[in-house]
Structure formats: C-alpha cells, structure tokens
C-alpha cells in the first residue's frame, strides 16, 4: 500500500503563488507516473499536471506556462509550483500516483485545499 502525504495548499490572491508538495511512504514499488489532479465544487475532477519517472510532463491548457510540476525519484516526491493565480484555480488538489508491481497501481492523497481570492 502506498499513501501519499500533501501539503503546501492555502489562501492567496489573485496573482499569487504557491508550491504543493506531495511524498509518497513505501519502497517496494517502481513510480510510473506522479500527478496533480483538481476538482473545484459542481465540476468534474481534472488533471492539472503530470510527469514520468523519465521526466516526461503533461499540463492542462489552462495552466501551461504558469504551473510546473517537477518530481525527486529518489524521494518518491513530486511539486506543482503554481504562478500566477487565478480564481478560477480555487478548488480541491490531489495527488496521484501510479506505480508497478508487476502489475499497475493508482492511488491518491486526500486532497488539499487552494483558495485564490480576488
């Protein structure tokens, strides 16, 4: 089993920034992928950033070029550094992480909470 632990979500204005932070615990496992999902009150969640163990990312049109999502394999963590806020980035964020053990594994973190006021 893999849990995964997230911080770094808040208050900020519009404009703003902040970094969320998310460590996987266990060892016993190879990291397929690492992500950051959102869901904001009434809508469906969504991806907002992906990366690979290669490195490989993947973004929202709506945050390319104001979010970046980095990861330390040997941490077993991954970061969405998030500029340039806006409201409409007000909602939930989870963490996702997808693993092998000989056969592929999903899990989530418990979601964190990012408030961008105006």
């Known amino acids: 089993q893999v849990q995964l632990v997230e911080s770094g979500g808040g208050l900020v204005q519009t404009g703003g920034s902040l970094r969320l932070s998310c460590a996987a615990s266990g060892s016993s496992y190879t990291i397929r992928a690492m992500g950051w999902y959102r869901q904001a009150p009434g809508k469906q969640r969504e991806l907002v950033a992906s990366?690979?163990?290669?490195?490989?990312?993947d973004y929202a049109d709506s945050v390319k070029g104001r979010f970046t999502i980095s990861r330390d394999n040997a941490k077993k963590m991954v970061y969405l550094q998030m500029n340039s806020l806006k409201p409409e980035g007000t909602a939930v964020y989870y963490c996702n992480i997808r693993i092998r053990i000989f056969n592929e594994y999903e899990y989530w973190g418990e979601g964190t909470q990012v408030t961008v006021s105006s």
């Open positions: 990366i690979t163990s290669g490195g490989s990312t």
